[in-house]
């Protein structure tokens, strides 16, 4: 039986150790192969976000439970909201825009919520596998 447990870190420029906590969290938690990588980029692209039009300041927190693991991040801006989650796939000559349609596809579960002054992404995997 897995039990909740729960990690966070600020979000610096260090993509590349923050990659390596999320995944060795996520191997911990049972959850691996392409759906392990799927979350990895889509955090990948919600950090990216962060330091390009977040302020380039907030978190990233994870945790897992029975059903899945999740990684919530968060900016200290707040200009993300509810109805950004819904956006269609970008043109292909659009030269920005694909991360939050991306993630979208992905996850499980992907949704934006604003609480605090702050954005919030949330990404979600069930642990089983299952369908997106």
Same mark, same amino acid.
């Given at each position: 039986?897995?039990?909740? &447990?729960? =990690? ?6 260090? #993509? /590349? $150790?923050? !990659? %390596? &906590?999320? =995944? ?6 049972? #959850? /691996? $192969?392409? !759906? %392990? ?96």
């Amino acid at each position: 039986m897995r039990t909740s &447990r729960r =990690a966070q870190w600020p979000i610096t420029n260090d #993509l /590349t $150790g923050l !990659r %390596r &906590r999320l =995944a060795r969290y996520a191997d911990q938690g049972g #959850l /691996t $192969g392409r !759906r %392990r990588d799927d979350l990895l980029l889509a955090a990948h692209e919600a950090t990216i976000n962060v330091l390009e039009h977040g302020g380039a300041s907030g978190t990233v927190s994870v945790w897992q439970d029975e059903e899945a693991l999740t990684v919530d991040v968060a900016d200290d801006v707040g200009r993300l909201c509810p109805g950004d989650a819904r956006r269609e796939r970008p043109s292909p000559r659009a030269t920005r825009g694909f991360g939050l349609w991306l993630m979208s596809q992905i996850c499980d579960e992907f949704t934006i919520r604003q609480a605090d002054g702050r954005s919030h992404v949330r990404l979600r995997m069930r642990l089983t596998g299952g369908a997106r």
